[in-house]
């Protein structure tokens, strides 16, 4: 594109992918989630062009770029477009003080992966012409607008955690982040002598997106059920497995299974946050453990590359606990594993990996980082 060859960028802005150590798919049941930005980010580098409405995008890291017209914005046929073009949008909903601009996107971080690569997108784009364009939006505005960006123009009826913990980050800690009221708490994340390690998969299945939407209305099915006989509850957050029992058969097994892994996983992020704070390293990893099961059994959106890793972790001392993060189907597992340990595992794990499925295990250590930010 041509704006490269004259480039002088004005601002520089980073935006982190993320995990998330517990709290899966409870984001859009208004429950509990426990994630924190990663050093793995985007960095996206603007000037202005002194045009009206002319703006020109280019990807460093896929060698493409595309041009839209501020004042025409429509839906791409191209996956990564409707990202910028979703956010831009939704910004021209709240304001019209952005005019034409140019931008480059460069990231190192591998997109589906499940560490919310589209978060990092929305999220960094925002907080870019937010700055560049003085817009004055606050930083629970481009989360929630970048969250609607995604719904509208994307398709995946997401919920707030991604766009939450890319921007809110806090480095060395995890955000407890209640998904019904916003309030939210920075837990430290001490855990040494271990280290998190992610084991990208590598497999990131297509059905992901429909399956996460379905999903979606399977727990409102569940709530729909439940309000019958308790008409207060509005989500599964207000939901006990007592109150839960008692609709099996009405609800059938899939309701049912999917409506207790949310119950449970609520319980399981308190009991994380708990178990963080009095060092219980222990509890910490058996917690995971238990959440995979439940992704794998209850909710089934894992898949066979994240269990067989998962399951391969447990034949080691050194890993206290495992579980595939994010929004399922493959991605990235997180294992937290005992410093000395870490080359035996991983070396271990890339080599039954290949010979399972075939596939370059990539293995890379992450540390909980600060959100969004202006770096030049
Ligand atoms: C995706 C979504 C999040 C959340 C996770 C599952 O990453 O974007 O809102 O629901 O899946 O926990």
Request: charged share 25%; net charge negative.
């Amino acid at each position: 594109m041509e704006f490269i060859e004259d480039f002088t960028p004005e601002l520089t802005v980073k935006s982190p992918g993320r995990i998330n150590l517990i709290g899966e798919h409870t984001d859009y049941n208004l429950g509990y989630v426990l994630p924190t930005a990663i050093e793995n980010q985007i960095t996206f580098r603007f000037q202005r062009n002194n045009s009206v409405s002319t703006c020109n995008l280019y990807s460093l890291t896929y060698d493409t770029g595309f041009t839209l017209d501020l004042n025409m914005i429509s839906k791409s046929e191209v996956e990564w477009e409707n990202y910028i073009l979703g956010v831009l949008n939704e910004i021209s909903k709240l304001t019209d003080r952005v005019k034409g601009f140019d931008c480059t996107v460069e990231s190192n971080l591998p997109t589906g992966s499940g560490l919310s690569s589209s978060a990092a997108l929305e999220c960094g784009l925002a907080y870019g012409l937010n700055e560049l364009f003085g817009l004055g939006l606050s930083k629970m505005s481009m989360v929630k607008l970048s969250q609607i960006a995604e719904h509208t123009y994307v398709g995946t009826q997401c919920g707030i955690m991604d766009q939450f913990a890319s921007v809110m980050s806090k480095e060395g800690h995890v955000i407890l982040l209640d998904c019904k009221s916003l309030e939210y708490d920075y837990v430290p994340m001490d855990i040494r002598p271990y280290k998190i390690i992610l084991l990208n998969t590598k497999v990131s299945h297509n059905l992901a997106s429909s399956e996460y939407n379905t999903r979606k209305q399977e727990c409102q099915k569940g709530v729909d059920v439940i309000r019958k006989k308790h008409p207060q509850v509005n989500s599964l957050r207000d939901v006990t497995l007592d109150m839960l029992r008692p609709h099996k058969n009405e609800m059938g097994q899939t309701i049912f299974n999917r409506c207790s892994f949310i119950v449970e996983e609520n319980r399981r992020v308190l009991a994380m946050t708990q178990a963080l704070k009095s060092s219980k390293l222990e509890e910490v990893g058996d917690l995971l453990y238990e959440a995979h099961d439940g992704i794998s059994k209850l909710y089934e959106v894992s898949c066979p590359e994240s269990d067989f890793l998962v399951n391969f972790s447990k034949d080691y001392d050194a890993v206290l606990g495992a579980r595939q993060t994010g929004g399922g189907f493959g991605g990235c597992t997180l294992n937290l594993v005992h410093e000395t340990a870490i080359d035996d595992f991983t070396t271990a794990a890339a080599k039954a990996y290949k010979d399972a499925f075939a596939i370059d295990l990539e293995v890379f250590e992450v540390r909980p980082s600060g959100g969004t930010r202006i770096v030049g």
